[in-house]
């Protein structure tokens, strides 16, 4: 995942761009107050690379945006990581014809 491989080069803006435009406008802002205040250390960035990558999945449907399926824009994927003590999930949506990372709200089935 290229968003990894951003975060561990410490890359913060190509970082940025591996998310959809609202999730990468609310992660940029809270970037910058949480550098600014000091809560941020040296390294955060090249944490968020640790995360290991268990399963990826495709979705077509409730998640799809609009019934949107595989390779166009608004369809979903669901990654699985873990990154060694918890596990999650990371939520991929289409954009303009890439995967890109999406942090918004999801309605659970």
């Given at each position: 995942?290229?968003?990894?491989?951003?975060?561990?080069?410490?890359?913060?803006?190509?970082?940025?761009?591996?998310?959809?435009?609202?999730?990468?406008?609310?992660?940029?802002?809270?970037?910058?107050?949480?550098?600014?205040?000091?809560?941020?250390?040296?390294?955060?960035?090249?944490?968020?690379?640790?995360?290991?990558?268990?399963?990826?999945?495709?979705?077509?449907?409730p998640g799809a945006?609009?019934?949107?399926?595989?390779?166009?824009?608004?369809?979903?994927?669901?990654?699985?990581?873990?990154?060694?003590?918890?596990?999650?999930?990371i939520l991929l949506?289409?954009?303009?014809?890439?995967?890109?990372?999406?942090?918004?709200?999801?309605?659970?089935?």
């Open positions: 995942m290229e968003a990894v491989e951003l975060a561990q080069a410490g890359r913060l803006e190509p970082f940025l761009d591996r998310f959809e435009p609202e999730s990468r406008a609310r992660l940029a802002a809270f970037w910058t107050v949480s550098d600014r205040y000091g809560y941020l250390g040296p390294d955060a960035l090249r944490h968020l690379a640790s995360l290991q990558i268990e399963e990826a999945r495709e979705e077509t449907s945006i609009n019934g949107a399926e595989g390779g166009e824009d608004g369809a979903v994927a669901v990654v699985h990581v873990f990154d060694g003590v918890k596990s999650g999930e949506v289409r954009v303009a014809g890439e995967w890109k990372i999406d942090l918004r709200p999801r309605e659970k089935d």
